[in-house]
């Protein structure tokens, strides 16, 4: 089996960073480089926080490419309330012994585009879509050699997480989703709706440690710093961890279930700014642009998680 290509773009983030650690263990996937956008934190520290990860895993080889450093026509909002100053607390950090590539982000993508054969790369999107959003303005061509875009983002059923009607991914930067969502590329959406069910309880928290590797360690670590603030919001037993269920959607999709609908993103209103419109009951005729992923089998993602963390 030939691994699939992706390029991870992020903003860790500690869930990022459990991201980031799933698609490396998965042999299934060839991560060709992970791009930083500003988003939990500002771009210097998610720039950092992607190679402080990669080397966690015993991966310095993965390139990190710095890409954009405010939204497309906002100023940035950041989420250190979640995430803490650095945007991974929770654990010791340190510099990543590697720097970061000397290409921006943004060409970076728009090479690797143009240069592997179409339809084969995917993106990964785990934070706000500005890097992606330029990609498709700068390079309109590029649109069709996406072979698909697993995103997490949005939220419908479940409503916001930054406002009552937005979720951050979405809210920090929603000119840049809606160029995405209307660029006609293949959208695979993991909302709210899906990631709430994906709760870092106390015991898969645990089982995740008793993996006794030091990747398994450290974010177990980040995971009980991470959860704080969600378990404290929600009154749940864990927080949700958002961003690995892309990487999940690319290892085991028949865990998620969900439909092909129209998502448009609101842009004007100061109200519902950053929220998705998922037309889920084709109440319209606007086209479908997205599969909605809404549930999943959370207990199939933890064993698939662990087990994989575990490998590192
Ligand atoms: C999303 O926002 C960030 O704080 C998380 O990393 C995730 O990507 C959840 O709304
Ligand atoms: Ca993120």
Known sequence: MTPRKIIIDTDPGQDDAAAIMLALASPELDVLGITAVAGNVPLALTARNAGIITEICGRGDVPVFSGASAPLRRKLVTAEHVHGKSGLDGVELFEPGRPLESQDAIDFIIDTLRTEPEG????CALGPLTNIATVFERV?????????????GGGFFEGGNITPSAEFNIYVD???????????????MMPLDVT????????????LRGNGNRPSMVMADMLEFFERFDEHKYGTDGGPLHDPTVIAWLLDPDMFSGRRCNV??????????GATVVDWWK?????????????????????????RVGRL
């Open 264 to 273: 448009e993103i609101e842009t004007v209103s100061e109200l519902t700014l």
């Open 174 to 188: 929603p000119e840049a989703a809606d160029i995405v969502f209307s660029s006609g590329a293949p959208i695979t």
């Open 283 to 307: 109440v319209t005729d606007r086209p479908e642009n997205a599969f909605v992923v809404k549930d999943v089998d959370s207990d199939r993602f933890f064993d698939l998680f662990i087990e």
């Open 120 to 123: 084969t790369v995917t993106l």
């Open 140 to 152: 309109p061509g590029v649109v069709s050699r996406v072979r698909e875009i697993v995103l997490m």
């Open 196 to 207: 709430h069910k994906v709760l870092t309880t106390a015991a898969r928290v645990e089982r």
